[in-house]
């Protein structure tokens, strides 16, 4: 505790004392049963978000509209009295954790999913479609859906939802409520000049534009009084043309300021897609990404802030020291280890998992999914279990490979209580993980990989024998029970003209810095790896195109699309280049030959081609072992390349059942 002495001192608003200034934001989780009730999937998942020690647990965007505010599936119906049984017992599931239980209240407007309204048309403060409709709508070959513009009779019922929401959820036992006023969700467009082009009482003026929001927070208070905390989410600035200004919004926040208790301060707009790494940010943004907008709207208004920002718990100590804010959100952290906040109460500092940021959890809610987390493969799945069960008879397992399929195995294996032998060829843990991690904005997944290997190395019941390359008969020495093949894939080097001359590289040799890179580069290969390798060597000033077979919409296509935008756009501003839709023929002297579809050909200058074509699994080695065990799994790259949520899950699994 004295590591974090800020952290954990309590804080006050009205009668309600938090226990430590964390808060778990809102996320999407896409738990909710089909017509909006609680489900048990539900209370699970929220019950250990609140195991994790933090002293605000918030469910996220629940709508006041079910039918015409819509954003997902899957999303909570707070407009339906039926409702309460299933939030009373929500509410109970985290506070008897000792966390306090807030909901984000929310109405999509014009961003509403066209698909969940069936056939009616989202509604906003202008018939303004969002720019991620516009998007949508160009690569499906489609019109977009029109906004119809909402009128006093919709205002007003809108209102009154809002205020009834409110009401429910302090009914259930709610003793605070977040509103979502910001990332253009329907307060945020009827207060943006972006989306608001009224020429009534609610358009032009800002004291117009704020009249909606002001309404809502009356009509709320009138109905419950001071007897509910509401903490308002706001976006200091839309980061877009024509949005919200820091100066605006903080005219704004003057006015509501006396009717709210919290302020949840983030920033950008969900649906202009170009601000969304800003809103939840990829590995490849610095941490703490919009705490500078919490410490200017601090300065200027009286209500307590929160911040947010892919936050670590070390920056929140001294974010809170310099009071920068008054409280800290944080979402993915707790994703990826649902005990985070306790063990760094506890100063178990090096046992805590640690998130990558591939926001694989967004990608999977964004696609109306249950939420997942690609390191922590307990998350979506609480009502199958809560901890790892002894296995009931103890095993020799014996794994060959010590990436990250292996080690998991080796993790979970342990945890069940069998003996295990991890056999390693080389002289460290970590396999192609490390080539992913090696790029200084990789950080993130650096960080994965010590924490990966740290308590690999250190597991109860796991022998690693490093520099020890599997054969037939060391295996079967063995006599093992269960064995796993978990050696990773191999690169795909592709037989052509010129493949081997001196110019060509493997990205891998480049990641790891074993070959020289000239000044023009081409990269052959537009996925995930491809784009990460010319985003680092375009760092060092080289001038990088990537070329592809894929079309301009397909690069990255293998990354969560925040991740995509994030990578895209810093892509964009270190000037790579792309060349779409067209095929590597070979290499010369002067660079990659390609031919489009038009059967042209021609070379494009380089003075190294960088492959980054993807990986192939090795058959040939699980025929190898395939029958030297009465249990054997093939898990990881090795037997189908993918991602490392794949490989993590897989290992996971597979030791879970053994």
Request: proline letters at 5%; aromatic letters at 6%.
């Amino acid at each position: 505790m004295r590591a974090f002495k800020h952290v954990f001192t309590p804080f006050k608003i009205r009668n309600i004392v938090f226990k430590n200034r964390i808060e778990i934001t809102p996320a999407v989780a896409c738990l909710a049963s089909e017509n909006g009730m609680v489900t048990e999937a539900m209370i699970a998942y929220h019950q250990q978000l609140a195991r994790s020690g933090a002293a605000i647990v918030t469910i996220g965007d629940s709508v006041i509209d079910f039918y015409q505010g819509k954003e997902h599936e899957a999303q909570l119906n707070l407009g339906d009295d039926r409702i309460l049984p299933g939030l009373y017992r929500l509410v109970q599931a985290i506070e008897r954790h000792g966390a306090v239980a807030s909901i984000e209240i929310n109405h999509g407007g014009r961003f509403s999913a066209p698909g969940l309204l069936e056939g009616r048309n989202p509604i906003g403060p202008s018939p303004i479609p969002s720019r991620a409709e516009l998007m949508f709508a160009g690569i499906e070959g489609r019109r977009a859906v029109p906004v119809r513009e909402m009128t006093q009779e919709d205002i007003d019922r809108a209102i009154e939802q809002y205020a009834h929401a409110v009401y429910n959820c302090y009914q259930a036992g709610f003793k605070m409520v977040m509103l979502h006023g910001a990332h253009g969700h329907l307060l945020a467009q009827f207060l943006s000049p972006l989306s608001n082009k009224r020429r009534d009482i609610y358009g032009g003026s800002l004291e117009n534009r704020a009249r909606f929001a002001i309404q809502v927070l009356e009509a709320i208070r009138k109905k419950v009084g001071n007897k509910i905390i509401i903490e308002y989410r706001i976006s200091a600035d839309e980061l877009v043309p024509e949005g919200m200004r820091l100066e605006e919004t903080l005219q704004f926040i003057k006015m509501i300021e006396d009717k709210i208790d919290l302020l949840h301060v983030s920033a950008g707009v969900i649906c202009e897609p170009e601000t969304n790494p800003d809103i939840i940010q990829p590995t490849y943004y610095p941490r703490g990404h919009n705490v500078h907008w919490a410490e200017k709207i601090k300065k200027e208004v009286k209500v307590p802030v929160t911040t947010v920002g892919s936050i670590t718990m070390e920056m929140a100590e001294e974010i809170l020291k310099e009071g920068k804010a008054d409280m800290v959100g944080m979402m993915r952290n707790v994703l990826a280890d649902n005990r985070y906040v306790e063990k760094m109460r506890r100063g178990e500092i090096e046992d805590v998992r640690p998130c990558l940021r591939c926001n694989t959890c967004t990608h999977n809610t964004a696609r109306f999914y249950p939420v997942i987390c690609a390191v922590n493969p307990m998350v979506g799945r609480e009502t199958e279990f809560v901890d790892i069960a002894p296995a009931k008879r103890k095993k020799k397992v014996v794994i060959i490979g010590g990436g990250p399929a292996g080690m998991q195995a080796a993790l979970t294996a342990s945890q069940r209580g069998h003996e295990v032998i991890l056999l390693e060829k080389s002289e460290n843990l970590g396999g192609n993980l490390r080539l992913a991690a090696a790029y200084p904005f990789k950080e993130d997944m650096q960080k994965y990989l010590e924490w990966l290997i740290r308590q690999t190395m250190k597991a109860s019941g796991v022998t690693v024998k490093l520099n020890t390359e599997a054969t037939p008969e060391l295996v079967a020495a063995e006599k093992p029970d269960v064995l796993f093949i978990a050696v990773g894939a191999k690169p795909f080097i592709p037989q052509m003209p010129g493949i081997d001359r001196e110019n060509v590289v493997w990205f891998g040799d480049v990641d790891a810095g074993k070959v020289p890179v000239g000044e023009n580069v081409v990269v052959a290969g537009g996925g995930l790896t491809g784009c990460e390798t010319a985003l680092y060597l375009a760092g060092q000033n080289k001038k990088v195109t990537i070329i592809d077979m894929l079309n301009e919409q397909e690069i990255a296509g293998d990354c969560p699309i925040i991740n995509r935008i994030g990578l895209m756009l810093l892509l964009e501003k270190h000037n790579v280049k792309f060349i779409t839709e067209v095929k590597l023929e070979g290499i010369t002297e002067a660079g990659a030959l390609v031919i489009d579809k038009k059967w042209n050909r021609r070379v494009v200058p380089a003075d190294t081609v960088v492959l980054s074509l993807g990986f192939v699994p090795r058959d040939e080695i699980i025929e190898k072992y395939i029958d030297l065990a009465p249990d054997v799994y093939a898990i990881g790259d090795c037997k189908e390349p993918r991602n490392l949520k794949a490989a993590i899950h897989e290992g996971f699994n597979y030791a879970l059942e053994i």
